[in-house]
């Protein structure tokens, strides 16, 4: 078991900069794959970004590109999620999850690989 806690959300001003911690305690770190995903009020949750166990592959979706960076720090346990160039359609609660089963195939822009999930924080951006 991993439990997850995320921190840093808040409110920024269109084209400003936050960053998100998602601090892991339990199982070892390494065991474990990290995703971002949002979930905008009104919509379904949707992928951000991942990164793989051994840190070496991250992925992203389409609309953060270039923008987010997704990063993990096994000494500290903490998964980041650098977001720059802040638009007001990034607002939505952000949620960080574990995948602590890896296979040939698995896909970490499904939420469905996912096993833990912290609580959320709430990122707004203002026009």
């Known amino acids: 078991q991993v439990q997850l806690v995320e921190s840093g959300g808040g409110l920024v001003q269109a084209g400003g900069s936050l960053r998100l911690s998602c601090a892991a305690s339990g199982r070892t770190f390494s065991s474990y794959a990290f995703g971002w995903f949002r979930q905008a009020p009104g919509k379904e949750r949707e992928f951000v970004a991942a990164i793989f166990w051994s840190g070496g592959s991250t992925y992203y979706a389409d609309s953060v590109k270039g923008r987010f960076t997704i990063s993990r720090d096994n000494a500290k346990n903490t998964v980041y999620l650098q977001m720059n160039s802040l638009k007001p359609e990034d607002t939505a609660v952000y949620y960080c999850?574990?995948?602590?089963?890896?296979?040939?195939?698995?896909?970490?822009?499904?939420?469905?690989?996912?096993?833990?999930w912290g609580q959320g924080t709430q990122v707004t951006v203002s026009s």
């Open positions: 999850a574990a995948c602590g089963s890896y296979y040939y195939g698995v896909n970490l822009e499904d939420s469905y690989e996912y096993d833990h």
